[in-house]
């Protein structure tokens, strides 16, 4: 009984704070909700909008600043990246989980190295290399890159680390090769993992701005986050329609994280077990 109401002595400050954090976290996220459908003169006055203004997201969608292109140009470069960032991160774990070769450790450290080196740093690289082989100004310039995450392969092979080596050698035994192996026994039991890494994978490359601020320059060619870019700068004293433009640029995140979640916390734990 004493160590019971120990437990609740700790557990309701942590729990009361967690709520405050949340609470911090949420409120301007509600905001900006609330404020998409308010009129101009009730932004900052009021918490609620008196009635529900769908003008703002209308103007949104139909007027001069269209997000249908901004949101299928996301679309095909973070489905193309996400599929392309789990197939080849999850074969390359595989071979550094599964398979036996002469410095394979030290190749996988020194691969992990390069998590340390900014990403700007390679802007100048890469748009030299993207200009020469006739890419840069095009998706591929974003979709390319993307395939290769080195964050993925180093989650799936911790996952991959803690399926036993039993079932693979089994499956060796009965005469399995490596890519029956992969496709056949290690994906399936992988599942919540590169679950998990699909969603984070697709949520990265949905809100890549730099990249697409480097290597886009046509207008038709832009992604969500520029073309929200734009019309801020553009309607800079327009908070409802900023707020609308916002919302309207979460919403595949917020059913990805809803369809998702279930895998997050699974998947991430799982790839923890084994260091």
Do not use: C
């Not at 009361?16 to 909700?33: A, E, H, Q």
């Not at 489905?79 to 074969?91: D, K």
């Not at 799936?156 to 192996?181: C, N, V, W």
């Not at 707020?243 to 994280?257: E, R, W, Y």
Request: glycine residues 6%; aromatic residues 16%; hydrophobic residues 50%.
């Amino acid at each position: 009984m004493n160590e019971k109401a120990g437990n609740m002595k700790v557990k309701l400050p942590v729990t009361i704070i967690m709520f405050v954090l949340g609470l911090f976290m949420i409120v301007p996220f509600l905001w900006m909700v609330s404020t998409s459908f308010q009129t101009p003169t009730e932004v900052f006055k009021n918490w609620l909008p008196s009635s529900l203004n769908w003008s703002n997201h209308i103007r949104v969608w139909t007027g001069s600043y269209d997000f249908v292109p901004y949101y299928l140009n996301s679309l095909k470069i973070s489905i193309i990246g996400t599929v392309g960032a789990v197939f080849l991160s999850a074969l390359a774990a595989y071979g550094f989980s599964r398979t036996s070769f002469k410095g394979r450790d030290g190749l996988f450290v020194v691969y992990l190295s390069m998590m340390m080196i900014p990403p700007q740093v390679l802007f100048v690289p890469k748009f030299i290399m993207f200009n020469w082989v006739g890419i840069y100004n095009t998706h591929w310039a974003l979709i390319l890159p993307a395939m290769f995450s080195i964050f993925g392969v180093f989650m799936l092979r911790q996952f991959f680390m803690s399926i036993p080596k039993e079932i693979t050698e089994s499956a060796f035994l009965d005469g399995a090769g490596h890519y029956k192996i992969f496709f056949r026994l290690v994906l399936p039991l992988a599942k919540p993992a590169i679950a998990t890494f699909a969603i984070l994978d697709f949520s990265w490359q949905w809100n890549d701005y730099e990249n697409a601020l480097v290597f886009l320059q046509s207008p038709k060619l832009y992604t969500i986050p520029l073309g929200l870019q734009n019309f801020i700068l553009e309607n800079n004293v327009d908070y409802n329609g900023m707020m609308a433009a916002s919302s309207a640029a979460i919403i595949p995140m917020i059913i990805i994280f809803f369809v998702g979640q279930k895998y997050i916390i699974q998947g991430i734990s799982s790839s923890a077990v084994k260091g």
